[in-house]
């Protein structure tokens, strides 16, 4: 059975970080792309970052640039989302996501995507 289990949300001041943890299971990064996504109340889920699963090759939304870095080790079978200079428009749930994806380069579109985790809240105060 494919899981995905993200850790790692909390309350943190404006400018500062957090490290989101995706611990997947059932199947291997080897062929699966991994995406993040955040929805805020009232608003439409977004695509923050995701990583290919052959090339490793990383893709961020631009509101995000420069600020998350998103990172895998294939042998924890763990994608991270490490997330600096927070904003309180950063505020929202943030979910792991897995697109079985082996030949093509991870998308930000989360149609695409066909196994989510439960999602942990990540509240930045101003």
């Known amino acids: 059975q494919s899981q995905l289990v993200e850790s790692g949300g909390g309350l943190v001041q404006s400018g500062g970080s957090l490290r989101l943890s995706c611990v997947t299971s059932?199947?291997?990064?080897?062929?699966?792309?991994i995406g993040w996504f955040r929805q805020a109340p009232g608003k439409e889920r977004e695509g923050v970052s995701c990583?290919?699963?052959?090339?490793?090759?990383?893709k961020y939304a631009d509101s995000v640039k420069g600020r998350f870095t998103i990172s895998r080790d294939n042998a924890k079978k763990t994608v991270y989302l490490q997330m600096n200079s927070l904003k309180p428009e950063d505020t929202a749930i943030y979910y792991c996501?897995?697109?079985?994806?082996?030949?093509?380069?991870?998308?930000?579109?989360?149609?695409?995507?066909?196994?989510w985790g439960q999602g942990t809240q990540v509240t930045v105060s101003s």
């Open positions: 996501a897995a697109d079985h994806a082996l030949l093509r380069l991870c998308v930000l579109d989360s149609y695409e995507y066909d196994f």
């Open positions: 990583i290919s699963s052959s090339s490793g090759r990383t």
């Open positions: 059932g199947f291997s990064l080897d062929y699966f792309a």
